[in-house]
């Protein structure tokens, strides 16, 4: 079993303690599982980063196929953009409520209310930059990610016109579908996105500090509420026990073709599983079917531990 070891990638995150991964062999089953499903993903424009935590959070294997190639981020990105506001807002000052500006954004996916969070937070944030580059610096600095926004120009957003230069779209930050290179405003890697889950989720366990505990169960408790209307692909496979954020764009809207993304996490007996999941210029069906190939192969884990 691979251990936990406590790193410091800024002032915050040394306040933090952040748990990071040491593999060691891998286990002979996450094997298994991983050529299940890398013979499943094989020729798809997909990537997957998939952990397994015991019970008592400790790390025992992680599978990693396409993991650092870029796709388009759509809105998974609130997810930490909701831990970035509950650490940087006073606690009486938080509006977490249905009808605030981060509500919105995070629930129910408004793209012009995640803008306001931006602004809202980047006025207390001491950081300098702009909206968009404090918010990068955040998950870069203090998360430990090297994803990050160029942009959010959504019309009625006040974040429109504000851009970081450091993530504009160029040769080596594009995305590849069926061979050919897109450049994209947005982009992350699945191993990103896992990396920020984990975060939020594990690092209410490992901090020293209330404030880090408190900020991380709000944004956990946000990320738990399912949308009224809609089901994201995981909980669509999967309807009880996540905690996560999707994030969809139809072909219309990316030069990709559709984007199909979803991170979080599954609750079942003995552990937890955290599953990053990307996809671009596939068609909704098919991301469904590779959830669920994903979810045979979590059951299939289950199985040998009982």
């Given at each position: 079993?691979?251990?936990i070891s406590?790193?410091?990638?800024?002032?915050?995150n040394r306040v933090l303690a952040a748990p990071v991964y040491q593999?060691?062999?891998e286990p002979p089953i996450a094997t298994e599982i991983r050529q299940n499903l890398e013979a499943?993903?094989?020729d798809k424009n997909m990537a997957l980063d998939l952990r397994y935590f015991d019970n008592t959070a400790n790390e025992h294997w992680r599978i990693q196929i396409n993991a650092f190639s870029f796709f388009p981020v759509a809105s998974c990105f609130k997810a930490f953009e909701a831990l970035y506001y509950f650490l940087n807002t006073p606690r009486d000052l938080w509006q977490?409520?249905?009808g605030s500006a981060l509500y919105s954004a995070v629930v129910h996916s408004a793209n012009v209310a995640a803008g306001r969070v931006l602004t809202d937070v980047?006025?207390?944030n001491p950081a300098v930059g702009n909206p968009i580059e404090r918010f990068n610096d955040f998950l870069r600095i203090d998360v430990g990610m090297w994803g990050g926004l160029f942009s959010w120009d959504w019309e009625g957003s006040p974040t429109v016109g504000f851009t970081d230069p450091r993530y504009e779209p160029n040769e080596f930050r594009r995305v590849w579908v069926d061979g050919e290179p897109y450049l994209i405003r947005n982009v992350f890697t699945a191993a990103d996105l896992a990396r920020g889950m984990d975060f939020i989720n594990r690092g209410e366990i490992f901090t020293q500090f209330d404030r880090f505990r408190e900020a991380a169960r709000a944004t956990k408790a946000l990320l738990s509420i399912p949308a009224p209307t809609y089901r994201s692909p995981i909980e669509r496979v999967w309807p009880s026990g996540y905690m996560g954020k999707d994030g969809i764009?139809?072909?219309?809207?990316?030069a990709t073709g559709r984007v199909v993304n979803d991170v979080g996490i599954v609750r079942?007996?003995?552990?937890?599983?955290l599953i990053a999941f990307m996809s671009a210029g596939e068609n909704e069906q098919t991301a469904i079917a590779m959830l669920e190939s994903i979810f045979e192969q979590i059951e299939f884990h289950q199985s040998m531990l009982a």
């Open positions: 079993m691979s251990g406590l790193v410091a990638f800024s002032p915050l593999p060691d062999e499943v993903l094989a977490a409520d249905d980047a006025e207390r764009l139809p072909a219309t809207d990316v079942i007996e003995g552990g937890e599983y």
